[in-house]
Each structure stands twice: as structure tokens, then as C-alpha cells.
């Protein structure tokens, strides 16, 4: 039970979310130079003023943190710029095409430091990370879309977008705008093409027919359980 003289329960949480960005700025003031790594980590929280016990407090994974923290803040500014976008005034291919497009042009915002923390995300060691944060992008994304599915297509449709954002966002750190766009708007018409022609087909046939055999070999044909 909290006491009136406890100390807010958000105190070092605010701390540590207003240390994290600055700590970030100084990142991405330096990557360029510095490359993604732990020095860059060092030289960031140094230019804060932190001591080396503060980073390790702040950043226990050192520059994983750092790029997650990167990847969020591009998150941020991406649901920033569509939250002037009627979503329902677009239809589903041209609201995921608007989405991927805010998100790319949000990493293009910090362009050099985006690529340094691209190839560091693209090291084997670091693909789990690289992931993880294309799922976050994916689900921010689609929740703005107003995708509300709970089922197995809530799943579905974050894994196909993640496969999509991957190498989009690659294409538009090294290779421009115009071939990451290209690219995306391509991805999209298969991914509508693929669900024009899934649509109306039983996929779970199989299963079912698979689970009435064993059932068969397990009960018999005469004394299977009611389903």
C-alpha cells in the first residue's frame, strides 16, 4: 500500500524514459561516425553525463537497447504522422501501402544513423532483435489500420507485414524512396492476390481429415466419440 510521503511510482521511470531519448540523441548525432556499437553506446551516455554504472543500469544490453529504443521512436513518429490519416476513408491495401510508406520515410529522418543500426540489426547475433522489432512496427501499424482480429489471422497478418517491412525498410535506407515504394506496392498485390484466391477454401480440410483417421484407428468406425 503506497504512503502520501512515497515518492511518485513513475519517478524512475521518467528518468529513465527522458535519459533513454537523450541518450539516444547523442546516438544518432554520432553514429554516423561511430558505427552501431558499444562504443557508440559509451561515447552517447558519456556526452550525458552518465557514468558507466548508469549505462549499465539504463542499457544493460548496450547497443541492442540502443536500436530497440531507435526502432520505437520511428514507431512513434510514424503513428504521428497517420494520426492525421482517416484510415476507414482508405481502403486495406492503401492503408497498409500509407502505413509502410510513414514508417519508411520516419527511419529517413535519421538517415545515417538508420543504415549504422540496419547493418548492426542484420548481424546473425542480432537477427532475434532485428525481428522482434519488424513484429512491433507490424502490429502498430495494423492496429492503426484497425485491424481488431484476436484469432490466427492476427498472427497471420503481422507475419506477412513483417515480411514485408524488412526489406522495405532496407530498400529505403541504401536504395531510395522510389524502389522501396515500387517494392512495397508489389508485395501488396500479392499478399491481395494470394487472399483473393484463398478466399471460399477449406485449409482446415486436411486437418480434419487427418484427426477423423486417428480417430478411426483409436475407437473404431462404429464407436468414434460424438463430435
Known sequence: MRRAYDPPMTQNDDWADRTEQTVLDAAVARAP???????????ACEACGLSRGDEELLLPNGARDLA????RRHDARALEALAVVDAKSLKIRERIARAVSERMEAGAADLEATRR???????????????KLAWESADHLWRWAGDETTDWNHYSKRTI???ILIPALTMRWFDGRAPAEAFVARRIENVMAFEKWKAGKDFEAPFRRVSDALSRMRYGAKDQPAS
Not at 530497440?68 to 526502432?71: P, Y
Not at 543500426?117 to 532485428?130: E, Q, R, V
Open 117 to 131: 543500426c540496419a547493418a548492426f540489426l542484420a548481424l546473425p547475433t542480432n537477427a532475434d532483435l532485428g525481428l
Open 161 to 163: 507485414l513483417s515480411g
Open 33 to 43: 561516425a561511430l558505427g552501431w556499437n558499444a562504443r557508440l553506446v559509451r561515447e
Open 68 to 71: 530497440a529504443l531507435l526502432s
